[in-house]
């Protein structure tokens, strides 16, 4: 099985801060990625898929890069709207997700 | 727009059983895998199960195999997850969760419904 390790797990922020979360895999996931948004009772949204391919919809604040086992989700400028927990998810072999960064306000 | 919608979630005694649906619209349902997703309590996101377009590929989670079972009718635009020997564990909000391809594998998930609770205790 592919494990999904993320750090940190907590960020303090504030807003117009730019921020990076990172996401481990425990194998080779070539860029079979995605990173999701999830808010307070809110199913989690997706916001970039294939490492670094932007969602239709998702403000372009929001960026991904990495391949292989080394992953990294960046808000340029983080927006109240921000706030919330970022989920990695590796899509290469069966599903396995990181276990979630909170993004909090400083 | 697309929509989905969870239902059968509730308390239950452990050892027993359940059946979630999942009521899907908006989209060409057979064209795309669909998948399970649970979070506990304040906890993170748990892959639980997925199938393909035609049912041909289906997998689980090592923690639900043997005691979970995914099946989708294609005719009425359903997924369903018959769940049985529930366990504390089990407890968690079931998201149903859209596929981008209609193989299971690689698809990533682009739409989510809003969940429906399981709550497995005595």
């Known amino acids: 099985d592919i494990q999904m390790t993320q750090s940190p797990s907590t960020l303090s922020a504030s807003v117009g801060d730019r921020v990076t979360i990172t996401c481990r895999a425990s194998?080779?996931?070539?860029?079979?990625l995605a990173w999701y948004q999830q808010k307070p009772g809110k199913a989690p949204k997706l916001l970039i898929y294939?490492?670094?391919s932007l969602e239709s919809g998702v403000p372009s604040r929001f960026s991904g890069s990495g391949s292989g086992t080394e992953f990294s989700l960046t808000i340029s400028s983080l927006q109240p709207d921000d706030f919330a927990t970022y989920y990695c998810?590796?899509?290469?072999?069966?599903?396995?997700f990181g276990q979630g960064t909170k993004v909090e306000i400083k | 727009e697309v929509q989905l919608v969870e239902s059968g979630g509730g308390l239950v005694q452990p050892g027993r059983s359940l059946r979630l649906s999942c009521a899907a619209s908006?989209?060409?349902?057979?064209?795309?895998?669909m998948h399970w997703v649970r979070q506990s309590p304040g906890k993170g996101l748990e892959w639980v199960s997925g199938?393909?377009?035609?049912?041909?590929?289906?997998g689980y989670a090592d923690s639900v195999k043997g005691r979970f079972t995914i099946s989708r009718d294609n005719s009425n635009n359903s997924l369903f997850l018959q769940m049985n020997s529930l366990r504390g564990e089990d407890t968690a909000l079931y998201y149903c969760?859209?596929?981008?391809?209609?193989?299971?594998?690689?698809?990533?998930?682009?739409?989510w419904g809003q969940g429906t609770l399981v709550t497995v205790s005595s």
């Open positions: 969760a859209k596929s981008t391809w209609p193989a299971a594998i690689p698809g990533y998930f682009d739409y």
């Open positions: 908006g989209f060409t349902f057979d064209d795309y895998a």
């Open positions: 199938i393909s377009w035609n049912s041909g590929f289906i």
């Open positions: 194998q080779s996931i070539s860029s079979w």
């Open positions: 294939k490492a670094s």
């Open positions: 998810q590796q899509y290469n072999s069966y599903w396995t």
